[in-house]
T-cell receptor, first 110, second 116 residues
Framework: GESVGLHLPTLSVQEGDNSIINCAYS??????FIWYKQESGKGPQFIID?????DKRQGQRVTVLLNKTVKHLSLQIAATQPGDSAVYFC?????????FGAGTRLTVKP | DGGITQSPKYLFRKEGQNVTLSCEQN?????MYWYRQDPGQGLRLIYY???????QKGDIAEGYSVSREKKESFPLTVTSAQKNPTAFYLC???????????????FGPGTRLTVT
């Protein structure tokens, strides 16, 4: 069936470097995506969203890129900080609920 | 402050006992959701409710039950029929207002249930 998935389960970056977290989706009709951040032992928090009529959307230190041709989206975090260490999920609405990818665990090395 | 709360944060039960997890929201959201999260895995949908007195099974509803008697509350009962109940349980709510442009789900802090 349709699904949202992640390329890599873990990502380790040096503090100050940029991070790129990737997500693939299979439903070509998907028109909206959300990125969530989940810190250890806490609930996911909204980071940024993007609609399919956009290729790029920027927030504070974060940018989401959407490539509809290859059904891929990415979350870029600029100047990664220790507080960015968390699991990041991409998600898309699916009928009456939300479908989440498995997540990528980002570890920031000092 | 508007938000969604879950209690307790940690819960311990003996095998064979039913246990109810609380979820309350004051965001005036119509839709509420329960997810289960296992270590190193994503979120799996247990039940959801789009309106009071109505709820639907998600992907892994077996061994769970819910009620939605009030808009603000969506308690989840983990029954003794659930084979592997130990997990992190997350509740979420979402506005169903067609006028909003966001489908964002707001999550509670979660309840970690351990059954021995």
């Amino acid at each position: 069936g349709e699904s949202v998935g992640l390329h890599l389960p873990t990502l380790s970056v040096q503090e100050g470097d940029n991070s790129i977290i990737n997500c693939a989706y299979s439903n070509s009709a998907s028109d909206y995506f959300i990125w969530y951040k989940q810190e250890s032992g806490k609930g996911p928090q909204f980071i940024i969203d993007i609609r399919s009529n956009m290729d790029k959307r920027q927030g504070q230190r974060v940018t989401v890129l959407l490539n509809k041709t290859v059904k891929h989206l990415s979350l870029q975090i600029a100047a990664t900080q220790p507080g960015d260490s968390a699991v990041y999920f991409c998600a898309e609405p699916n009928n009456n609920d939300m479908r989440f990818g498995a997540g990528t665990r980002l570890t920031v090395k000092p | 402050d508007g938000g969604i709360t879950q209690s307790p944060k940690y819960l311990f039960r003996k095998e064979g006992q039913n246990v109810t997890l609380s979820c309350e929201q004051n965001l005036n959201h119509d839709a509420m959701y329960w997810y289960r999260q296992d270590p190193g895995q994503g979120l799996r949908l247990i039940y959801y409710s789009q309106i009071v007195n109505d709820f639907q099974k998600g992907d892994i509803a077996e061994g769970y039950s819910v009620s939605r008697e009030k808009k603000e509350s969506f308690p989840l009962t983990v029954t003794s029929a659930q084979k592997n109940p130990t997990a992190f349980y997350l509740c979420a709510s979402q506005s169903r207002d067609r006028g909003t442009s966001s489908y964002e789900q707001y999550f509670g802090p979660g309840t970690r249930l351990t059954v021995t």
